[in-house]
């Protein structure tokens, strides 16, 4: 708007006025405000008098009031003032491709915004879009109005020039360099990764400016490259001093701390995680009962304990949300004093605990339930694979080791596919999908292989007794009737759920929806029937990716997911926020009624801790999946030049997506790079088809590709195609729909070559990323 107050006096026509009425800005807003706030370009001409010869200099009057934002120009030649096209606050998101979309701050569908309404913004800036049109379900904006600068620093590759130098952003949707004056470079050397403080944001007449406030150091050293995510996404990698200090006052348990509590050191009571693991916060033991019922206790880390409201330790737990895991590394919600020491469920030592005691049937029901405080010594550290050579491989070491609880693991596993069958029955979905374990060479921080981790019944078994704990604690919360921090899961949007629909029925599965709604238990059907066929894991992937986000939020809404009505997350307090506010709730219940003084607390309080806790846990799934990319991207740089098979997992107008056999790794093979023949997007069979040759690459086929290229800053990896070992498909009855080509020369079809941006494709997406403590354990 400034620019427009400035520049006031450009907006007076020189056209003349036929009717009185003078068609600057004020006459023109006046007048389409009187309208009902829009009119269509003839009526405006109509209304002002102008004749053929004035309409250049009409349309340049509304031309600038577009570009200031005063108007929104509507389909159809339309003119409308922005409340009149329905203006939105949003957080804006751009892509590398140079559009964008704004996530509205409350709530509803996202509003794609074409690279040329982008103004100058930046990708994280809080924008006013005016909404200019909607097709088909989809909102398409212009950003108006910069609310608030989401970017005030940037990391990326100094470059120096001539008579200054610049910064190269490391992230692709930033496109916008900031020029660096010489007095403000802070000694950094040409190719070095820094940290930008803008002093200036970009505009149509200047670039960003700014200032190198930090020099992190050369962009193939693995320290800088975790280095630059935790800035990037302000991430606290220290705690305060007096934080440490509260930290350290946290001795040996006494005989005090367990008063009250229920003695359980006589159970035979295990903990089972990954073998990298260091901080223990679950514990389980099994017992059976009469009449084939199985009585479980879970038992979790007593943190709240220690990390009472109101000390440093609960503030700084809280402005973090949680635990972030790195390949090599963790910064930790809670000092390693207390997460890796007195709240760790270490084997053979005391630990305070509170625990979810339940009994079920036969049928995986639970038929009764206990919480309390409780003291509890482990018996074993047990990991995942250790129980998966038990009860799947029988491995003869591994079931000598542990001869002594191998019954109590059988008992697990009995009740494990109990209350997995009830939960498949009432609709949960299951996406056993691999996610990449990087393997790193603890001498030089290099890594040394990316590998497809998966889920054994190990991580099976402790998923779901995790999964019975949560539900339990909700349920009694709820009925309780004090105010609660739920896990909420919303079930898909409609136009997502008729997307995948029309994405399955192109391979022969068929959803079943009523009035554009579908049940887990429809969509579980259909993932069943694609199990072990080509298509299976990307079906997998594009429903995961149409899924709405779990959130924590104080108003129970269930969870879609896993098909529960009221659900919580209470089994992981040394790693998230939530479940610490869970374990104090669930102790003041436990205690007895609350005061109304804390219940009115509770209410207004726990709202904001949701929406706090939530947009911190994004930020640190964001940030471990992009670590992930970058350390297969610098691995895959390694290996460019050498030879590899995989297999087809997506194609779209561009080309098609390769996953490697050898390694978790994709990467794409571009249109260009196929010489044989063009190819087109045949949509309904999800291939690429030769135009002359009808040649076809299609989901699931084999290749051998050649790593060709990698690119860092814009995280691609591009392969050649060297072989082609398509499946053993039959075409009875296909008609392969191709679009139409521009012109055809003798046999040989001519279609000029170009990216078709924006199209959606059938590239699997994904949710997860990096080798995350507790597999499964985050819903």
Known sequence: MSNLLTNRTKYTSQVRMGNGMKPDREGILRAIRENGGSMHYRELARHFDIDRVRTKGFAAVLDRLVSAGELVLLRGQRYALPDAGGNVTGRLATHRDGYGFVTPEGGGPDIFIPARWLRDNLHGDLVEVSVTGSEGGKREGRVIRTVERGQKRIIGRYELLRAFGRVVSDDPRISHEVIVPDKH???????????????????????????????LGWPDDPDVEVQTVIRKYELPDKFAQETLAEARTVGVIEAADLAGRTDLRSLTIVTIDGETARDFDDAVSVQKEGDGRIRLWVSIADVS??????????????????????????????????????????PHQDRLTLTAELLF???????????YSSVIRSAARLTYTQVAEVLEEQKPETMQELAAIIGDLKLMEELARRLMTLRRTRGSLDFDLPEPEIIIDITTGTTVSIARSTRNIAHRLIEEFMLAANEAVAGHLEQSGTPSLYRVHEPPAPEKIQAFSDLAAGFGHHLVTEEGKVTGSELQRLLDGAVGKPEELMLNRVLLRSMKQARYAAENLGHFGLAAKTYTHFTSPIRRYPDLVVHRLLKAVLAGPLPESEIEHLTTSLPETGVHTSKRERVAMEAERELVELKRLQFMKQKIGEEFTGFIIGVTTSGFFVELTEYFVEGMVPLTGLKDDYYLLAEKQHALVGANTRRMFRIGDRVKVLVAAVSIEQRQIEFSLLEHMP????????????????????KRIVVKHGRDRGKPDTRPGTKKGGNRKGRGKRH
């Open 727 to 746: 499946l053993q498909q039959t075409d009875a009855g296909w008609e392969i729909d191709l679009p139409k080509p521009k012109r055809v020369v003798g």
């Open 361 to 371: 049937d036969r049928s995986g029901n639970r038929i009764e339930q206990k919480f």
């Open 305 to 346: 304990h220690y990390v009472r409201d109101g000390l440093n330790l609960d503030r700084e737990a809280y402005l973090r949300g949680t635990s972030v895991y790195f390949p090599d590394r963790c910064l930790p919600m809670l000092p390693e004093s207390l997460s890796n020491g007195i709240c760790s469920l270490n």
């Open 185 to 215: 470079a802070a000694n950094a050397v040409n190719g070095q990764v820094v940290v930008v403080e803008l002093t200036g944001y970009p505009s149509e007449r200047k670039p960003a400016m700014g200032r190198i406030v930090e020099v």
